[in-house]
Nanobody
């Protein structure tokens, strides 16, 4: 049973911080790029941040650049999203995902390039 499980979401005030975690089980994700996506009510799921299989390269959406930081710890089979200076527009369900193909050298922002998904964790930012 291959699973990705997100945790760390919650309710915070604007300007606050949260750190999301994504724990993998059932297999190693060390050879795959990982990413965070989010989906707000009535909107499509959108790319937030991604990291390549060794963590050499990262990519962050313009809307979160400078505020959010993706990282990974392959020894723990985990990926993280540090979120600072949160804004109400960051409110969404956040999902972690794993790429379909091994050892890509670039971060993909395309939804269809990811085949394993967590169930999501809710992040709500109040003003």
């Amino acid at each position: 049973q291959v699973r990705l499980v997100e945790s760390g979401g919650g309710l915070v005030q604007a300007g606050g911080s949260l750190r999301l975690s994504c724990a993998g089980s059932g297999r190693s994700f060390n050879n795959y790029g990982m990413a965070w996506f989010r989906q707000a009510p009535g909107k499509d799921r959108e790319f937030v941040a991604g990291i390549t299989w060794r963590g050499i390269r990262t990519s962050h959406a313009d809307s979160v650049k400078g505020r959010f930081t993706i990282s990974r710890d392959n020894a723990e089979n985990a990926v993280y999203l540090q979120m600072n200076s949160l804004k109400p527009e960051d409110t969404a369900v956040y999902y972690c995902a794993s790429e379909s193909y091994r050892r890509r050298m670039e971060v993909s922002t395309i939804l269809d390039d990811y085949d394993y998904w967590g169930q999501g964790t809710q992040v709500t930012v109040s003003s």
